[in-house]
């Protein structure tokens, strides 16, 4: 018998993704074909500090999370009980709490707010290299070498340099995985967070308690995980019971709307995007935002020196992951433009128009140069290998430094017009360069599908798409990274059978950016000839003096 009682809205199905970036943390509400009814945004904010440290607080970032969760629900006007199930990302920093989920300082700040270690601090370097000359065979699966953006080199610099702090941490955790604990109270780690960062074996379901003994982490194998992850479960799992009424309170939702294992915010738009056309194994990810991220998926193992991986299930279910990218992407857009004498007077014009300044740069070389592909034209002479926060990929090189060659005595803003339009060739050619290290191993892509921040200019996708020399396709999302952790809340919430289907209905092409024809292709030949001639010479002049 139908309840005639019920209203069409009644019976309508909503579910949220939220994302924690490195500057900001999103929330975004959608239907069940995948359109996002609203969206809202906080910023976060990011302590640096001498010796590479950049930290975070725990406590803000959920606050965040909580308002821009609150916002998008409310500018939507939907009903919270319409919220079938809510799906977390985050970048890979590391959380540290004591007893009762009290922050802990990770740093000499002594600050208890501060109890992150963002993705992005490199303080561990020297912990790192330790690993690496260790050889163990777990780098097979990260690889070849460890990152100092991974989580065992900070835990390791944790232990030697703030003990009181590492004894007296009850958990660590990797940031996707503090917000799905703090949502549900439930312990379980995604294999994403630990497969990626923690050096977890997916494949076998197993850590190496050899590997935490050989590094000097082996009173973590001695407790058995329990502070880094015992159940660990596949991204879009259902947590604990949902929400707990405190947490729902807090995000305005009501309790027990599931909660899905979360993801690395990378891996969500990896799931927001590889889903369309050709499907994940044609299309390598390409998340363009702080940093940037390649994400290739293959149905077996490949073994790729310089870019992390293989990782088993770590993003499309089932499926291999590799993973490369650039420690700084969108950074070091910003880092160039900052060096530049015009930049705060276009930063200005910049606000005036109520645009970032990156945005308005992108607008006016597209403007300039009539047709985006010819804006390469404005870059001749300058060449930039923007490798501010090292070389991520193919390298796995943290000591690597940006290089920036032809300047001269321009000062004006058409100058600076000319520098982005270079750095954002150098972005190019770097994931050009990780393209053809992965064909080199075997492992071929046709198309990069693009997602982030920094991606969601059609000049970028252009010129991406000119100087790697493969087709960009932008998808129907607006913000795919969102739509990425909105997938996981579907599942977790029932809506769909698994990750792969939600990832296939929900998303499609929407504009496919060509490679440019003509005499653009060997403009960009002969400037990736330059760039990593560039790049080499960076190498050679840090070794030799
Ligand atoms: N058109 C653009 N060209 C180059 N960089 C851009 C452009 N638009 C945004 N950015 C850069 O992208 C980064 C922000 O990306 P976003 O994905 O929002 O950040 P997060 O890493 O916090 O998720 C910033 O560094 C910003 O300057
Ligand atoms: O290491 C990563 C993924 O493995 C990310 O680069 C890191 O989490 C930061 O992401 P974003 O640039 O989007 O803030």
Known sequence: ????????????????????????????????????????????????????????????????????VREAVSSAGVDPASVKGLGFDATCSLVVLGEGGKPLPVGPSEDPNRDIIVWMDHRAVPQ???????????????????????????????????????????????????LTWRATGDLSRSTCTVTCKWTYLAHEKRWDGDYFHQIGLGTLADEEFARIG???????????????????????????????????????????????????????????????????????PSFVPGVWGPYYSAMVPGLWLNEGGQSAAGAAIDQ???????????????????????????????????????????????????????????????????IIAGLGMEDDIGSLVSLYVAGLCGIGYGLRQIIETQADAGVTIENIVISGGAGQHDFVRQLLADASGKPVIATKAEE????????????????????????????????????????????????????KELQALARKLRIGI
């Open 336 to 402: 160039l433009l900052s060096f530049h004498p015009a930049a705060a007077e276009a930063r200005e014009l910049s606000k005036r128009a109520g645009v970032s300044l990156p945005v308005l740069l992108a607008d006016m070389a597209a403007r300039k140069a009539g047709r985006s592909s010819d804006a390469v034209t404005l870059a001749a002479g300058l060449h930039v290998v923007p490798e501010f926060l090292g070389n991520r990929a193919p390298f796995a090189d943290p000591h690597a430094r940006a």
């Open 1 to 68: 018998m139908s309840d005639t009682s019920r209203t069409p809205e009644a019976d309508a199905k909503y579910v949220i993704g939220v994302d924690v970036g490195t500057g900001s943390a999103r929330a975004g509400l959608f239907d069940l074909t995948g359109r996002m009814l609203a969206s809202a945004k906080r910023n976060i904010t990011l302590f640096h500090e001498a010796g590479s440290m950049v930290e975070q607080s725990s406590t803000e970032i959920w606050a965040a999370v909580c308002a821009a």
């Open 480 to 531: 795919p990274v969102l739509l990425g952790a909105a997938i996981l809340g579907a599942v977790a919430g029932g809506l769909f059978a698994d990750v792969r289907e939600a990832m296939t209905t929900l998303s499609a092409v929407e504009t496919t950016f060509l490679p440019s024809e003509g005499p653009i292709p060997d403009i960009h030949d002969k400037r990736y000839e330059g760039f």
């Open 128 to 178: 790192a290299e330790r690993i690496n000359a260790l050889g163990h065979d777990v780098l097979r699966y990260i690889g070849g070498r460890i990152s100092p953006e991974m989580e065992t080199p900070k835990l390791l610099w944790l232990k030697e340099n703030r003990p009181e702090v590492f004894d007296a941490a009850w958990q660590f955790f990797d940031l996707a995985d503090f």
């Open 230 to 300: 015992q159940a660990i479960v596949e991204p879009g799992s259902a947590l604990g019971r949902g929400l707990t009424t405190a947490a729902a309170g807090e995000l305005g939702l009501k309790s027990e709307t599931p909660v899905a294992a979360g993801l690395i915010d990378a891996h969500a738009g990896g799931i927001g995007t590889v889903g369309t056309g050709a499907g994940p194994q044609a299309n390598l990810a390409y998340v363009f935002g702080t940093s940037s991220c390649t994400m290739t998926s293959t149905a077996e």
